[in-house]
């Protein structure tokens, strides 16, 4: 009976290995069920084709069995995505920075993001590996990943980092209760962008958690919350141990064993000295007392309260914080000035909180606030480390006038500014990437002439400033692929 009969048996692999051995001039050339047809004139090339085509097939794994459509094992379907996909140059360009840049790569979600656009589905998997690394990326990840990355997510555990970040901040109080501690401490997290007084009873519930780290953040979110009960409780507590006396603030830490601060606060049993104990409970206290409980006990205003608070630099670093956690912009204003100057000290600015109060304030805020230092900042040698104080505080992009001032800073910086690098490596990412043509003209002209051949600081500054324009030219190619 013919190989290909229809009643013949079906080949196998086995049967292939067979015409092999023997030789296609003593045996015809099997045809396993299920591979595609294969002509050729030659039989040893058509033997080689099937069996490479086979080999592939045993290589795969069996074929998926079908689940019925109500069988309760069944995985829903992913929801169709409406959303644009990423354009093909910029699928490219994220293939490549996928591994390499994080800065870069965070940047490409946040173009895909600005424009609604997600991630094709053959990506998804290498983007997804990636925020499993790196879940400081997840939350960018959750806006271009679209229905299909969500699905995935909500079927991997190596990829439920993202179902997690996903949360839409709306839960039931018995949803709450049900989750593990990580997971309550993850859903009062997404809560906060939608936080209202109607939150209040749930906080309270949580600050009496197992978990130190559910209390923490359940404190935290209170602080942001006016008019609580806790906070009014804390705003009494605080003002028992800061008051203005004769004109000058005086600070009296609470006896270590006073049992009102670690309640309100939900504080585990402090270690370290007697005197330790005290200062650290008065700063805790002081960062989640109401920030406005101080008006009218050491000032009008903000604006005086911090003036008040300037002769004692912890009290001021802790206002700080305060107005940090509570997402006070209003008092970052009037706090960031007097923090600020503590840089001029060489106070470094992330040992301070003038970093993330900056980051309170609106984009063009910030922006604006770097644009007044450097109009103060110094010309010549020491500029570039001047204005790198205050540009380093600045992480959203930079405006073009900012970008500017800051080209205009680099293309005149000498070799010896011990903050040129500092403020070259600020600009890679912050900078309009447009500017890379002048930062490539100020490179060339570093590089001297044969008549006048350059200086090795002159070397050096002109390779910081050919870096710069580098990075600046891929990021501006980068934006360009997303049009």
């Not at 991997?156 to 970040?165: E, G, H, M, T």
């Not at 004109?247 to 309100?264: F, L």
Request: with cysteine.
């Amino acid at each position: 009976m013919p190989p290909d009969s229809p009643t013949a048996p079906a080949a196998t692999w086995s049967d292939l290995v067979s015409a092999a051995l023997v030789g296609t001039a003593r045996r015809s050339v099997p045809q396993p069920a299920g591979l595609p047809a294969v002509e050729r004139d030659d039989p040893a090339l058509a033997l080689l084709d099937r069996a490479a085509l086979a080999a592939v097939r045993r290589r795969a794994g069996r074929t998926a069995l079908r689940v019925p459509p109500d069988s309760p094992g069944r995985l829903p379907q992913a929801a169709p995505d409406t959303a644009p996909e990423v354009p093909g140059p910029a699928v490219l360009r994220l293939s490549s920075v996928l591994n390499a840049d994080t800065p870069l790569l965070r940047e490409w979600l946040g173009l895909a993001a600005e424009r609604g656009m997600v991630v094709p589905p053959d990506v998804l998997p290498d983007l997804l590996n990636r925020g499993a690394r790196d879940h400081d990326l997840g939350r960018l990840m959750v806006r271009v990943v679209g229905e299909r990355g969500r699905w995935l997510a909500a079927v991997s555990d190596r990829w439920s980092y993202l179902d997690r970040l996903s949360q839409s901040g709306e839960f039931t109080v018995e949803e709450w209760r049900a989750k593990g501690a990580e997971g309550r401490r993850a859903l009062l997290e997404a809560r906060e962008p939608l936080l209202s007084a109607a939150d209040e009873p749930l906080l309270e519930e949580a600050m009496a958690d197992r978990s130190a780290r559910v209390r923490g953040i359940a404190l935290a979110l209170l602080a942001q919350l006016p008019g609580t009960e806790r906070g009014a409780r804390l705003a009494d507590l605080a003002r028992r141990h800061v008051l203005l006396h004769d004109g000058a603030v005086e600070i009296r830490p609470p006896a270590a064993d006073d049992p009102d601060i670690p309640r309100e606060l939900g504080l585990a049993s402090a270690t370290g000295t007697r005197s330790e104990v005290r200062e650290e409970r008065l700063w805790a206290l002081v960062t989640h007392a109401p920030l406005d409980c101080w008006l009218g006990h050491l000032g009008a205003d903000p604006d005086e309260v911090a003036a008040a608070a300037c002769a004692h630099n912890e009290l001021l670093d802790t206002l700080g914080n305060a107005a940090v956690v509570q997402r006070r912009p209003d008092w970052a204003r009037a706090l960031l000035p007097l923090l600020f100057r503590s840089l001029s000290r060489h106070h470094h600015v992330r040992a301070s909180r003038a970093h993330a109060l900056v980051g309170l304030l609106p984009p063009d805020e910030q922006c604006a606030w770097a644009m007044g230092h450097a109009k103060q900042a110094p010309t010549g040698r020491g500029a570039a480390s001047a204005l790198l104080a205050a540009v380093e505080c600045v992480e959203c992009p930079w405006s073009p006038e900012l970008g500017g001032a800051v080209a205009d800073v680099l293309a005149a910086a000498s070799g010896n500014d011990s903050g040129l690098h500092g403020l070259a490596r600020a600009a890679e990412y912050r900078m309009p990437p447009e500017l890379h043509p002048r930062m490539t003209d100020a490179a060339r002209a570093r590089q001297g002439t044969p008549s006048d051949p350059p200086t090795s600081d002159e070397l050096r500054v002109a390779e910081i400033l050919r870096s710069l324009a580098e990075k600046l030219r891929v990021r501006h190619e980068m934006h360009k692929e997303f049009h």
